[in-house]
Each structure stands twice: as structure tokens, then as C-alpha cells.
């Protein structure tokens, strides 16, 4: 059956299209138009304004385009959607945002101290975890999916915590929490595995876990979050079975998959970013290393 029953409101999100071209037009007003009214400010690059606009753009794709109510019929595309969402706009958004901005919106003195502490590496990657790892228990997902409030909450939540997550390797601003040189690797591989007994609960599990793929008035419930609901009255639908030939269980599985993947991926990338700043600040300040640890061996021998 094609997707096309739903309407155009449904497939495409006017409303959110709208959205994202102002929110990229207001980006480059105050990047270029109004950078004056911020303290230490410099030009935009080309690298942030690129990070800004894929990002944005990646977010309509994710929660505005068809792949969002296709992420309501099949929980393949769903984790599609949160392995973008959790581990890629994040790091684009935090590139793209200039530090000057950045700066102005964390010493406000109602944002700085909810900011600096989530941020700390060891409790950013503790609440993530947790809070993906909840997301994923059937009952906690089953009530979210079918709520439109919990929904918009829990998601909104759970992006700010993959924010603060990634804040830490990412953000350039001095005094804030950062993890540098090799930390950084043992800091992405420690979120990797962190998520991995979610994922892996949803691979191997024997049986569909998730009612809003399973139960047909679980789904129904579940569409009227991205379908109006007057849409939804006027069609006759069982459940998502109607919409793919896979199984719940193959697609649930394969949702598990396709998460670690993209984790995978992006994680890899990253981390090969890492090791080449690494390597090449080794590189090029070589020189006062091999001075400085001269210099302490010398001052050893001189003491021995």
C-alpha cells in the first residue's frame, strides 16, 4: 500500500519545511548581519555554515520528511532515524554554531550551571547511555510512541543529552569541559559499548518487543502522531504489516542493525579525525617534547 494515502500534511510537514528555512535564514542574519552585537566574534567559515545547513537539513529529513512516517510503520527506519539524530546532527550542530554564540548562550546565568555540569565527560556519557538504554524497554517505548507530549519530550531530552554528550570532544571554547589528545579515543569507544546492550537486546531478541509494530491498535494510536487524525478516521488500516513484507521480528532485528552500522560509522569516522589532530600536533610540536622530557631527564639525573 502506498504511503501516498496518508496526504501530502503527513509525507512532507509544511509547517516544518517553513521552519527550517527560517531557522537557516535567522543562522546567517546573526552570523553575518548582526555578529557585531557578540563579544569576540570572528566571520563565519565556510565549515560552519556547511556543518549548520547539513545539519538542519538532516533534521528535516529525520523528523520531517517521509522517513518519519515511514519510521512509524517500520522500527527499521526508526533506528535509521536515531542513530542520525543522537549521533550525527549533534556533532554538526556544535561545529556549525560559532564559539561566540555558543559563548553568549552558556554564560547565561540560568543556562551556565545545568550546562557545566551535564557536560562533565563522565556524567554525559552515563546520562546518555541511561536515557538510550530507557528509551528502549519495551513498556517505557510503547508509552512514549502512543503520547504525543512524552514523544516530543523524551525525544527532545534525549537529543539534549547526545549534545552533551558530544560536547566534550567537539566544543573548541576554552573553559569548558573537554577531553583531549587519546582521551578522546577511549572516551567514543566507552559510548559505543555503553549502547551496545540495547542494541544488542533488539538483535537477539527471540520475539517482537514493540506493540506499536506489533499490536494493530497500539500502531494506530502510534500514527496519530504524524497523521492527523481526521486523515486517520477516514482510513481503514490494520497495521503496518500492510505496508512491508517483513516480518516484525526480521524488522526489529534488522533496526538493531542498522543502528550499530551508523554508530559504527560515524564513531570510526570520528575517531580517525581524532588520531590524525593527534598525530599531527605530535608532529609538529615534536620538537618541545623531546626538549621538555630532556630536560626533566637531566634534572632527574642532576637529583639522583
Not at 510537514?13 to 557578540?38: C, D, E, G, M
Amino acid at each position: 500500500m502506498p504511503l501516498s494515502i496518508f496526504g501530502f500534511q503527513a509525507l512532507w510537514s509544511p509547517f516544518f519545511i517553513v521552519s527550517t528555512l527560517f531557522v537557516i535564514a535567522l543562522y546567517f542574519f546573526i552570523t553575518i548581519k548582526k555578529r557585531h552585537l557578540f563579544e569576540g566574534n570572528v566571520s563565519l567559515t565556510k565549515k560552519e555554515a556547511s556543518a549548520f545547513i547539513i545539519a538542519v537539513v538532516l533534521l528535516y529529513i529525520v523528523k520531517g520528511s517521509p522517513a518519519d512516517l515511514l519510521g512509524h510503520i517500520l522500527f527499521s527506519v526508526h533506528m535509521a532515524q536515531m542513530a542520525l539524530l543522537l549521533m550525527l546532527i549533534p556533532p554538526l550542530l556544535i561545529t556549525g554554531i560559532p564559539i561566540w554564540i555558543w559563548k553568549a548562550l552558556i554564560e547565561n546565568r540560568f543556562i551556565k550551571p545545568m550546562f557545566r555540569f551535564f557536560t562533565k565527560p563522565l556524567l554525559a556519557l552515563i546520562v546518555f547511555s541511561g536515557m538510550f538504554s530507557i528509551y528502549h524497554i519495551p513498556l517505557v517505548f510503547d508509552v512514549i510512541k502512543q503520547n504525543e507530549w512524552y514523544h516530543i519530550l523524551f525525544t527532545l531530552l534525549l537529543f539534549i543529552s547526545s549534545l552533551f554528550l558530544w560536547w566534550p570532544i567537539m566544543n573548541k571554547l576554552q573553559g569548558e569541559h573537554q577531553v583531549h589528545g587519546l582521551s578522546k579515543i577511549g572516551y567514543i569507544i566507552a559510548s559505543a559499548i555503553l549502547i551496545t546492550p540495547a542494541c544488542a537486546l533488539i538483535i537477539f531478541s527471540n520475539h517482537s518487543m514493540y506493540a506499536t509494530y506489533t499490536s494493530g491498535e497500539a500502531w494506530l494510536k502510534a500514527m496519530e502522531l504524524c497523521v492527523p487524525s481526521s486523515k486517520m478516521a477516514s482510513l481503514t488500516l490494520s497495521g503496518p504489516e500492510l505496508f512491508s513484507n517483513m516480518s516484525t521480528i526480521e524488522d526489529q532485528r534488522l533496526g538493531g542493525v542498522i543502528m550499530k552500522i551508523i554508530q559504527e560509522v560515524i564513531y570510526g569516522v570520528i575517531l580517525g579525525m581524532v588520531f590524525f589532530q593527534w598525530y599531527k600536533s605530535e608532529q609538529e610540536n615534536a620538537d618541545e617534547i623531546t626538549n621538555k622530557a630532556l630536560l626533566e631527564r637531566q634534572a632527574f639525573a642532576a637529583n639522583k
